[in-house]
């Protein structure tokens, strides 16, 4: 790690500690040959493969975005979706790969959606599943209804 201020290689570490979230570590670090102090963060990369073949960083606000496009008009807050961001990634991380294929991130929407808002979740699973007919949303719902009947039994 080089030296902010003076450029030089040698830099020790002094204290580590992770941030809230446990997504980055933070450590402070001082210079052997100027002897100032500096703090860096870090933080594991993790890379979602889209079907064309393109990877890009995961970023947990382009989840929240798409899940607010589904709950548009809906009565879901900002600290929800939020929330729902932070869970999905919680479970990618959970995974233990650095790299997940953009259908894995999909079906792990889907779940925390459900629970969050059934509206929003079916408009977000037409899209994600691609639904064509009205039969498609009508076996959706009909798993709904069948899953809620065998949670109140």
Do not use: N, W
Request: proline share 2%; hydrophobic share 35%; glycine share 8%.
């Amino acid at each position: 790690m080089h030296c902010p201020f003076c450029r030089h290689m040698d830099t020790r570490v002094i204290d580590s500690r992770a941030t809230e979230d446990g997504g980055a570590i933070r450590r402070r670090r001082t210079c052997s040959e100027c002897g100032r102090r500096f703090t860096t963060q870090e933080t594991v990369l993790l890379m979602v493969s889209k079907r064309s073949g393109v990877t890009e960083p995961f970023f947990r606000d382009k989840v929240i975005a798409g899940v607010r496009r589904a709950c548009q008009g809906r009565s879901v807050g900002e600290d929800s979706l939020a929330q729902l961001g932070q869970r999905v990634e919680e479970s990618i991380r959970a995974t233990g790969c650095a790299e997940i294929a953009a259908h894995e991130v999909g079906l792990a929407i889907l779940g925390p959606l459900r629970e969050l808002d059934e509206v929003a979740y079916l408009r977000f699973a037409s899209v994600y599943r691609g639904f064509e007919t009205l039969a498609d949303f009508e076996a959706e719902i009909e798993k709904l209804r069948a899953e809620r009947s065998t949670e109140r039994d």
